[in-house]
């Protein structure tokens, strides 16, 4: 099990995670939209294609940019696309 948390709150939990690159991606039913808040930051990765982001809101703390998917991922990272993955001082366990 995988889980995903930050500011007191669980983000994410899932038996599905994907591990790619040292970063677990989380399907979307696993990730607790509430905390979510879309970003206008885009990024663009040479083999993933271009990144969304979303903005952290949890407990009145805000943590930008924190999280990111892939929406229309390149064909070789097909199996990332609507999957979610966190950084920037969210911890991530597998236990």
């Known amino acids: 099990m995988t889980t995903a948390r930050w500011n007191g709150e669980i983000l994410a939990v899932s038996d599905r995670a994907v591990l790619v690159e040292g970063n677990h991606y989380f399907p979307p039913e696993a990730v607790r939209t509430e905390f979510l808040d879309a970003s206008a930051t885009t990024t663009h990765c040479s083999w993933k294609g271009a990144a969304s982001y979303y903005t952290l809101r ?3 703390a805000e ?3 924190a ?3 892939y929406p ?3 064909p070789e990272a097909a199996h990332l696309a609507g999957l979610v993955a966190f950084w920037r001082g ?3 366990v597998t236990d």
Request: no cysteine; hydrophobic share 40%.
């Open 58 to 60: 949890v407990a009145g």
């Open 63 to 65: 943590n930008p940019d």
């Open 67 to 69: 999280a990111w998917y």
């Open 90 to 92: 969210v911890e991530v």
């Open 72 to 74: 229309d991922p390149k």
